[in-house]
């Protein structure tokens, strides 16, 4: 990053090695205990690795906010602070909010490096779909549960529209939030928790391009003028910025099946708020509009007439579709340093043989995190 954005003007080369190197041995120290374990049980907390941990929590930033320490690190480059504050949003959290401790986000991308699965991230899907079947699990797709049965203190079964099924473990992937309201309702819920800030959500535009752009690549990131505005738009007034920042992602760049020839599938995706009743009809048109100009200004193209198949997903869209509580995408925000000791366990203290995986539950959302939330479940039922 320092040859290519040093230029005869800026005589030294913005600092990227060190807090690069920090951001590695940190994550080293702490993920094994922070992201692969159930924090809310003893045993966690009686090993050699644990003290590493904690030990290393001083260096992991939890006072000051994650753009302050790239502002240090990078301030005489405002393109770089932008572009490693948007390491935010890969969990859904406001830079200028969210502690210095989410800085380790990048060293997973640069450090370790970025993997492309065959097939899409659906491929990822569908292998734990094979590997559950080679291990003998029958899947009931279409079938929603709409209760976890509960008697004693236990839980007993799921109830489907079609049938009850008995079962001494439920595994509840579905959002905690609607878990509790529409599963257990007669329960009581955590309701500290389930009230924690929720994560930033999405306006997706699923375009079809009539055209080939040799400039863009599979990630395309488009930034706005002032990312500051952005996140104040999104996590303070709960709306969508009229600049906004814009993520291209063009699979068939790397396999060329995923579009017919001479075209390109475009994912285009804008971070917003939450669903919390806006108007979403209004905002989405507002946006699109934006979206245009914005790619208008970079490639010098109106993309708008290129356009031969659209579809969008919108924050209530997401909700429907996936039961996440408002349609965030990845269950609630880490703008709160605590945040990931606010967050729901991977199991009910109060429900024996009930456990819970997924975005919105310990150690948070993602798709990494999810299937390390499987991971930690996993290894508690044993
Ligand atoms: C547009 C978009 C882009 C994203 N980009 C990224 C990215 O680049 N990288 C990344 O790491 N993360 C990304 N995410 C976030 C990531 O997809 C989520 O954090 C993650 O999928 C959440 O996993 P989950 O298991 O909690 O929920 P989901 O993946 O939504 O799975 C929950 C499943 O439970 C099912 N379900 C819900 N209720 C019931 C019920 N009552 N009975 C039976 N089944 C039920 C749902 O149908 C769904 O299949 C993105 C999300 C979106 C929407």
Sequence with gaps: YGSKTAAPRRPTPPAFPPPRRRSGRAYDATAGTFLHKSLHKAGTYLSAETLKAVAALPTLGLAGTMHARHQKAFGQDQRLVQLFDRYATYNGSDPYQAPATLSLIPHLEHGIGAFYPEGGIYAIASSLHRLGEEFGVKFR?????????????????????????????????????????????????????????RSSSALIFYWGIAREFAELDVHNIFFSQDYHREFQAIFEQQTVADDVTVYVNVTSKKTPADAPPGHENWFVMVNVPHDQGQDWAALTTKTRAAVLARLHRALGVDVAPLIAAEKTWTPPGIAADTSSFGGALYGSSSNNALAAFLRHPNFSGRLDGLYFCGGSVHPGGGIPLCLLSAKIVAELIG
Excluded: K
């Design 141 to 197: 797709f279409n079938e929603p549960v709409r209760e976890i049965v509960v008697a004693g203190g236990h839980v007993t079964a799921v109830r489907t529209d079609q049938d009850v099924y008995d079962f001494g473990l439920v595994v509840s992937n579905m959002d905690v939030v609607p878990t509790y309201r529409r599963l257990l309702p007669s329960q009581p819920a955590p309701e500290r928790t389930l009230g924690q800030p």
